[in-house]
Every structure is written in structure tokens, then in C-alpha cells.
């Protein structure tokens, strides 16, 4: 069945492997100072934030030690949205998806992260700082200035006891994320050969508006909870 899709995809990939060449709807450019390269014909005006839940009241960026230090499978989900951490020594991958519903187009974006100093660490095309506020609980900032913070009630607010509880809660959290990766072959190939690869990258993608047995799936899924 065909149906409209409306695609905004930017992709920034440096040291990808030889062995899995993208493919011809991804663009392969130097870090910088090339620009991001859209292979949209109206790629997405809207501002990287925008990709973020609305927060309330802004707070600056603090002091940090290691007790921030990003931790590896710290993920959120929740509101239609899943976010995930991959992290590796001083390099790490954020994951956001945000599934499309009857009023709004949804998106993915994945960028590849490094370890600034103890505690923050700053998105490699974005710009954006991340910091573990807490062991359950995830802080983003642009320009020192808190974007969002993503919270975890089934994680401890302990960072050692939450390294444990991601363990556990792992595998069964990377399945929900692979289905909703699944929407899109790009983003797909792009979460296993980038993101799990640790590898310098910036994807950001909008997804297709819902089809006709998915908005009725969804308007069943809103009732169900309103029950």
C-alpha cells in the first residue's frame, strides 16, 4: 500500500566503516566545516530544540563532577517518547524518537556525543550538554540553559544501584526501541552501523504521517486509557 510520506532527513557521518556503505539516500560529508546536507526536497526549518519536550522553567548548567557521567542504557519512555543512551568510554550515541500521531508528524534523531570534561558531555553537531542530573534522571542544555530533563521513576536515583537496574531493564527496554526504529530502514541501519559503532555522526528524520488503520489503532490505544 502506498501512502505519502514527507521525509526530512539530515545525516553527518564521519569514520564509517568500509564494510556497510550507506546508501544512496545518505550523505557522506567531512565533520566540518561543512554544512549538514539535506537529501530532502523541503528539508525541515525547525530548530533542533523543537525535537524536545517543552520544559516549563529554564535552569543553567551547575556544577559537575563524575557522579554526571552519562550512564550507558539510561533510557526514557513515555508521552509517545523513547530516548536512549549508548555509551562507551568518552564516546557516546543519544537516541530520541517521537512517533507520529493524528495531528503531528513524529521524528527521529540519533547524534553521536563526547565526553567534554567529568560529568558533561557535548553532542557532536548540536552542540547540545548532557548530564546525568541523577541517577534516574537525564539533563539536557543548550548554551548552559536546561532544554529538558528526562525521568525514570522505575530507575534509583542512586547511580550505582541505577547501573544495575539499566542492566536488567536493558535488553527488554532495546526490543521496544528496534520496533519503533523499524518505521524507517534508514534510521534502522543508521542506530546499528553509527549509534552502536560509537561513531561521529549527527541523523535527524521525520516520520511518515499515520496511515488510515494506524490512526485508528491510535484513537483506540487514547480511549483505552481514558477508560
Same mark, same amino acid.
Given at each position: 500500500m502506498?501512502?505519502?510520506i514527507?521525509l526530512?532527513?539530515?545525516l553527518l557521518v564521519?569514520?564509517?566503516?568500509k ?6 539516500i ?5 565533520v566540518?566545516?561543512s ?5 530532502s526536497p523541503s528539508p525541515s526549518?525547525?530548530?533542533?530544540? $523543537? *525535537?524536545?519536550?517543552? #520544559?516549563? +522553567? ?5 556544577e !559537575?563532577?563524575?557522579?554526571? @557521567? &552519562?550512564l ?12 536512549s ?11 530520541y ?12 534523531e540519533?547524534?553521536?556525543?563526547v ?13 547540545r550538554?548532557?548530564?546525568q ?8 542544555y543548550?548554551n ?9 521513576p522505575s530507575?534509583?536515583?542512586?547511580q550505582? $544501584? *541505577?547501573?544495575?537496574? #539499566?542492566n +536488567? ?5 532495546? !526490543?521496544l526501541?528496534?520496533? @519503533? &526504529?523499524?518505521?524507517s530502514e534508514?534510521a534502522k541501519r543508521?542506530?546499528?552501523n553509527?549509534c552502536?559503532?560509537?561513531k561521529?555522526?549527527?541523523?535527524k ?13 491510535f484513537?483506540?490505544?487514547i ?5
Amino acid at each position: 500500500m502506498n501512502r505519502p510520506i514527507f521525509l526530512s532527513l539530515l545525516l553527518l557521518v564521519f569514520g564509517c566503516s568500509k564494510a556497510n556503505p550507506p546508501a544512496a539516500i545518505e550523505t557522506v560529508v567531512p565533520v566540518s566545516p561543512s554544512p549538514l546536507v539535506s537529501v530532502s526536497p523541503s528539508p525541515s526549518t525547525s530548530p533542533v530544540s $523543537q *525535537a524536545l519536550p517543552e #520544559l516549563q +522553567e529554564q535552569e543553567v548548567l551547575g556544577e !559537575l563532577d563524575s557522579t554526571n @557521567d &552519562l550512564l550507558d542504557s539510561f533510557y526514557f519512555d513515555g508521552n509517545g517518547i523513547k530516548m536512549s543512551l549508548k555509551v562507551g568510554g568518552s564516546q557516546a550515541c543519544y537516541v530520541y524518537i517521537r512517533r507520529s500521531t493524528p495531528e503531528k508528524l513524529g521524528e527521529i534523531e540519533m547524534e553521536s556525543l563526547v565526553r567534554e570534561r567529568a560529568g558533561l558531555w557535548r553532542g557532536s553537531q548540536t552542540g547540545r550538554q548532557l548530564a546525568q542530573g541523577a541517577g534516574n534522571k537525564l539533563n539536557i542544555y543548550q548554551n548552559n540553559e536546561l532544554l529538558t530533563s528526562y525521568e525514570n521513576p522505575s530507575i534509583s536515583l542512586d547511580q550505582a $544501584q *541505577a547501573v544495575k537496574d #539499566l542492566n +536488567e531493564r536493558k535488553s527488554a527496554f532495546s !526490543l521496544l526501541l528496534r520496533q @519503533d &526504529l523499524s518505521i524507517s530502514e534508514s534510521a534502522k541501519r543508521v542506530y546499528t552501523n553509527q549509534c552502536q559503532g560509537l561513531k561521529g555522526f549527527y541523523y535527524k528524520e521525520e516520520l511518515p504521517s499515520l496511515t488510515v488503520a494506524e490512526q485508528a489503532e491510535f484513537e483506540r490505544s487514547i480511549k483505552n486509557l481514558k477508560d
